[in-house]
Nanobody, 121 residues
Framework: QVQLQESGGGAVQAGGSLRLSCRMS???????MAWFRQTPGNEREGIAR?????GVIYADSAKGRFTISKEYTFVYLDMNNLQPEDTAKYYC??????????????????WGQGIQVTVSS
């Protein structure tokens, strides 16, 4: 079972940037990786995913501001022009398949522990 560990969260002011990193404990193939976020009382929201072919999909809230990328055992989420509504706990997730979707967190087999991102106005 692959293990995931996020890093890079923190507090920034509106308009700022952060890079989240997710390290996989081993190189898995095939694997589809995604970033989700969650605020208290709400379900996890899919933000971006990168499939085993390198194809990417973004939620509307992330388009034009966030970029997901993958390099070896690392998956990154570059977040620009952060806004207070981006404040959440961010999770890295892995689905051991070629493709995955953002609308359903259920099929993902591995999750990181999450990392907090706080954006102040």
């Amino acid at each position: 079972q692959v293990q995931l560990q996020e890093s890079g969260g923190g507090a920034v002011q509106a308009g700022g940037s952060l890079r989240l990193s997710c390290r996989m404990s081993s190189l898995i193939n095939p694997v589809c990786m995604a970033w989700f976020r969650q605020t208290p009382g709400n379900e996890r929201e899919g933000i971006a995913r990168i499939d085993n072919t390198g194809g990417v999909i973004y939620a509307d809230s992330a388009k034009g501001r966030f970029t997901i990328s993958k390099e070896y055992t690392f998956v990154y989420l570059d977040m620009n022009n952060l806004q207070p509504e981006d404040t959440a706990k961010y999770y890295c997730a892995a689905r051991l398949a070629w493709f995955c979707v953002l609308v359903d967190a259920g099929p993902y087999e591995a999750w990181g522990q999450g990392i907090q991102v706080t954006v102040s106005s």
